[in-house]
Nanobody, 122 residues
Framework: VQLVESGGRLVQAGDSLRLSCVAS????????MGWFRQAPGEDRKFVAA????????HYAEFVEGRFTISRDNAKNTLILQMNSLQPDDAAVYYC????????????????WGKGTLVTVSS
């Protein structure tokens, strides 16, 4: 599985942004997917995840209620809808995939994309 993120750009605080992650390969549908982010000088952090089987979602507390993760298995696409963006949300956003029943984590992901940069001005 190859993952390619897109959609990152410069926005203003309060704006919304939609990130996409397109996966190649036929195994996308059997992989749990996740979004992570890494700001300059900081460790990579979990943002959100979604299961392949029933679409169950899980969010980091700092994005709960503002971000929504979704997937379109027919298009092999993972989406992160981000609303009410704040300067603290600025980071490189990565998608990751993990086969099996568990969500991808920073230490346990089978595949990573190269990331897309989100910049938020105040």
């Amino acid at each position: 599985v190859q993952l390619v993120e897109s959609g990152g750009r410069l926005v203003q605080a309060g704006d919304s942004l939609r990130l996409s992650c397109v996966a190649s390969g036929r195994t996308f549908r059997s992989h749990n997917m996740g979004w992570f982010r890494q700001a300059p000088g900081e460790d990579r952090k979990f943002v959100a995840a979604i299961s392949w089987s029933d679409g169950t979602t899980h969010y980091a507390e700092f994005v709960e209620g503002r971000f929504t993760i979704s997937r379109d298995n027919a298009k092999n696409t993972l989406i992160l809808q981000m609303n009410s963006l704040q300067p603290d949300d600025a980071a490189v956003y990565y998608c990751a995939a993990r086969a099996g029943s568990l969500y991808p984590t920073i230490r346990n992901a089978d595949y990573w994309g190269k990331g897309t940069l989100v910049t938020v001005s105040s």
